[in-house]
């Protein structure tokens, strides 16, 4: 079964600098790999998603991720972060199989934003 | 703008109260999830439909929980009776695609059970 870790509990920012994000999953065959973000009180939304092709994504509100087939990473970056980008960052993995629409969740990356 | 409709927002009930969950997916989407967050165990799969039809409820306690699609519009989710460790924000989300495709979410029920 696919798993996804987010080592980072709560990672903190300064606004106007650049952010990672870290993701390593496990999966015995090709995954399919997002990032989503949750604001407070609201629902997760897709920032980016790798399916095949080229490693290197790109997302909404100027994030990119890399997928690193040899690290089993995707980590999420941005080069400067805005205070509206503090929330919660979930990384998750669904398996490349038709008909298995499953996405299994990481625990999740609290950013905090400071002046 | 298509979204994921979930009712009631906030719900406060007492222990061994019936609760009932309801999502009404985005129009044209074929699966429907249902999540539960709580701080400690973060995002678990309860349970999800293609097609109306339920491919695995796995990650539902099956003694009190129950999820039904009564037709495309409507996904329901019931807690009978609720505990109080039944308290969390649970999510409905749908999508559409074959293999692990993107998922719009709700905005979550937000459960309290005294």
């Known amino acids: 079964a696919q798993s996804v870790t987010q080592p980072d509990i709560h990672i903190t920012v300064s606004e106007g600098a650049s952010l990672e994000l870290r993701c390593n999953y496990s999966?015995?065959?090709?995954?399919?790999l997002f990032w989503y973000v949750q604001s407070p009180g609201q629902g997760l939304q897709l920032l980016l998603k790798y399916f095949s092709g080229d490693t290197l994504v790109q997302g909404i509100k100027g994030f990119e991720a890399e997928f690193k087939r040899s690290q089993s990473s995707f980590n999420l970056r941005k080069p400067s972060v805005h205070w509206s980008d503090a929330a919660e960052y979930f990384c998750?993995?669904?398996?490349?199989?038709?008909?298995?629409?499953?996405?299994?969740f990481g625990t999740g990356t609290r950013l905090t934003i400071i002046p | 703008d298509a979204r994921v409709t979930q009712t009631p927002r906030h719900k406060v009930t007492e222990m061994g109260q019936e609760v009932t969950m309801r999502c009404q997916p985005i129009?044209?989407?074929?699966?429907v999830f249902w999540y539960r967050q709580t701080m400690m165990q973060g995002l678990e799969l309860l349970a999800y439909f293609r097609n109306r039809a339920p491919l695995d409820d796995s990650g539902m306690p099956k003694d009190r929980f129950s999820a039904e699609m009564p037709d495309a519009t409507l996904a329901t989710l019931k807690i009978q009776p609720s505990e109080p460790r039944d308290s969390a924000v649970y999510f409905c989300?749908?999508?559409f695609g074959q293999g692990a495709g993107e998922l719009f979410f709700g905005e979550g029920s937000r459960l309290t059970v005294l």
């Open positions: 998750a993995v669904g398996v490349a199989n038709f008909g298995n629409e499953k996405l299994t």
């Open positions: 999966y015995g065959a090709t995954p399919y």
């Open positions: 129009l044209g989407h074929n699966t």
């Open positions: 989300a749908s999508g």
